[in-house]
Every structure is written in C-alpha cells, then in structure tokens.
C-alpha cells in the first residue's frame, strides 16, 4: 500500500474513532462514507435506515460482496488514545471503525483495480444489536438481508480486529465459526400478599431461584472453552423494595448462546419444557420471550480454500484456525444466505496484554489497515476469478 493511501486512511480510521455513533444513530457515519465513496465515484445507495452499499461495476461477471459495520458502544473510553471519543459515553470498542476504514481501504485500491464483475461495497449499522431498530428486534445485517439489496450476490467476505492477536496475522475457524446469540426475558406471575400468610401467596421469588439454578443446570458441564451459556443477568420484582410485601411478579433477563444451532434449539426446548414444569408445579404463569435472536455464523470451507493464494501473498504463513467464540456476530446472517467467510485480523497493541473487545481500555494497531484493505481487494478479485 501507498504511503500517501495509508495516511489518508489512518486519518480516516482517527476521524471516525472520535465520532462514533450506536446503532441505528450512524447518521453523520454515513454520510461521511458516502462522502469517501462519492470521491471514487462509487455511487451508492441507503438501506436499513443509515445503512450504505457502494457498488463497483466492471463489465460482465460475479458478484462479491464487502462488507463492514459502522456502529460503536455506549462505553466511556479509557484506552489512552491521542484522539479519543468526542462524544462522552460512546466509544469505538469493537473496533468497527477500523472495519469501516479498511473497506474505504480496499474500494481506493480496487477503483484502480482491472476485473470483471461488481463489487458491493457494504457498509451495515447495527451490529451490536437491535436498539432503535426500525424493525425491533432486527439488527443492520438482519434487515439489509431481508432488504434484497444484496439479491444476486455469489459470496461475501468480512473481517473482524482481534486487539490480542498479533499486527500480521489472520485467524479462522471452518463451519459453525461463532455463537447462536439469543437474549430472553422471562416473566413469573405469581400472588403476591403478606409473608404471614403464605397460604394464599404464590411467591414469584422462590420460583425465580428454583428456574435459575435449573436453567444453568440445562448447558450442564462444559469443556474449556466452553460450547454453550446460558446466564441470567438482571432478576427484578418490578415493585418498590419491602420486607413485609411479597410481589405478584419477576422479571429475569438473560443470554443464551452455543456454538452448534443444534445444541442451541436443544437447549430452548428443554427450557420452555422446565417452565411447563415450574407453572404446573407453582400454580403460576411464566412467559418467555426472545427480543434478538443471531444465528451461528457458517463459515463456507470451499471459499476459504480459493483465496489460499490471497493468504500466502498478503500474510505469508502468519494463517491459522482460532477458536469458537461465544460471541454473536451478525454476518451472520449474510452467511446463512450465501457463501460467507469471516476472519479475525491481528491488531494487537504493544500497550495492551489483556483488554479483549468491549472494554473501555481497548485498543487496536492502526498498522492492521493495510493488512485488512489488502485482503479485503485481493480476495474479491480472486473470487471474481
């Protein structure tokens, strides 16, 4: 890569780390894309509400697509940055700005690029999840999917920085790369009334202790790394604090998530069958509801073996197969739609031996961008081959 192309784009990658914006809020996000993509003249269009697809037309042929999000957290950064958030309470800790950089990247350095067919350029909101979706529960790469913006398209590449994985390196994992993600309420109606008379009360506390120990007990002993959680992580009453009350009601909210979908649609069977029992037990009524729901991202095996030359060019032998997270990631849903590969690209700091993603002392190393545009164009252009 070009010195004058790399420090446009360390600019670019700076720019858009001090102006983040959560999902479905990246609105000047966008338009600065677009702005980035106009000075190509790659035209482009909006979808999923700040969504933008740049499409790359060059005669006849295959259609690959490209794509980055956009999207930050609400996390108050403490990574000790020269140019941190400008905006208190967000922050660029998963390192999207850097996806978003890299694919600007790789549309500078394809614009100039001789192929034959079109390149889709896109740049998804809301991966991080569905909060002010304008379909609730629906992330950015759920709705551009249903959009049919990417009808046509033959496969579909992405990358995600691994702030704990060397500058240099590219990581992968065949099949069933990351997690099915659901996130669930559950709610107890019970009778609430005086401790006194426990008799006429069907006391929503006790229930809640009884599902939650029987629910953890549902992913039951788990290797290292683990295969599946199932975690409650907010328990309410909805009802003011008092020792003498006995509430009507719970509320539990938690995360479910296993790398196999099998293991996952196991595990909410037998979840809905332990409610069924608790209710007949209690003489209580218990819903469950899934707000977001991210199925396993599928890696294709057969387009990681075609860009194995793109590997030996741009990484030399620094390839290697990672782990499954337990994490969700919706690219998922352009994987489970057409051929789909994702890797995780090293982007490790000399400051930085512990903070994963996430974490408000996280931090990435800009001298990834390269690696990732250069892989990013060179493995369309393979594809389109």
């Known amino acids: 890569m070009e010195v004058q192309l790399y420090d446009k784009l360390i600019a670019v990658r700076r720019h858009l780390h001090q102006n983040p914006e959560l999902s479905f809020c990246e609105f000047r996000t966008a338009e600065y894309v677009e702005s980035q993509l106009a000075g190509l003249g790659i035209p482009t269009e909006r979808t999923a509400l700040t969504g933008v697809i740049g499409t790359l037309k060059k005669g006849e042929g295959a259609t690959v697509a490209l794509r980055a999000d956009m999207d930050a957290l609400p996390v108050n950064e403490d990574s000790g940055v020269s140019f941190p958030s400008l905006t208190p309470g967000v922050m660029h800790a998963c390192g999207h700005d850097i996806h978003t950089t890299m694919l600007l990247g790789a549309a500078h350095l394809l614009k100039d690029a001789e192929f034959q067919g079109t390149v889709r350029f896109v740049f998804q909101p809301a991966e991080e999840g569905p909060m002010r979706s304008p379909e609730p529960g629906k992330s950015g790469g ?27 390196t590219l990581s992968y994992r065949k099949g069933e790369a990351l997690a099915n993600v659901g996130n669930f309420s559950i709610r107890i109606n019970g009778k609430g009334g005086h401790p006194g008379f426990m008799r006429q009360v069907i006391d929503p506390v006790v229930i809640a202790a009884r599902l939650i120990t029987a629910a953890h007990a549902l992913v039951g002993a788990q290797p290292d790394p683990p295969i599946a959680v199932l975690a409650i992580t907010y328990v309410s009453t909805e009802a003011p604090p008092s020792f003498n009350v006995i509430p ?25 069958a332990l409610l069924q029992s608790l209710e007949q037990e209690f003489g209580c009524t218990i819903t469950l509801e899934f707000s977001a729901y991210y199925p396993s991202l599928l890696n294709h095996e057969g387009l990681h073996e075609k860009l194995s030359p793109v590997f030996d060019r741009v990484f030399g032998d620094k390839l290697s197969e990672g782990l499954a997270y337990l994490v969700g990631e919706d690219f998922s849903f352009y994987s489970r739609a057409m051929p789909g590969q994702f890797y995780f690209l090293g982007a490790k700091t000399e400051e930085n031996n512990a903070y994963f993603l996430h974490h408000p002392k996280v931090t990435f190393n800009e001298d990834c961008i390269p690696y990732g545009a250069n892989f990013l164009a060179e493995g369309a252009l393979e594809l389109l081959r």
């Open 248 to 272: 009507s009601q719970t509320l539990l909210q938690g995360s479910l998530r296993a790398n196999r979908m099998a293991d996952y649609n196991d595990i909410v069977h037998r979840l809905n």
């Open 142 to 168: 759920q709705l551009i999917m249903e959009s049919g913006k990417l009808a046509g398209v033959d496969a579909i590449l992405g990358l995600h920085v691994h702030p704990l994985q060397p500058v240099g």
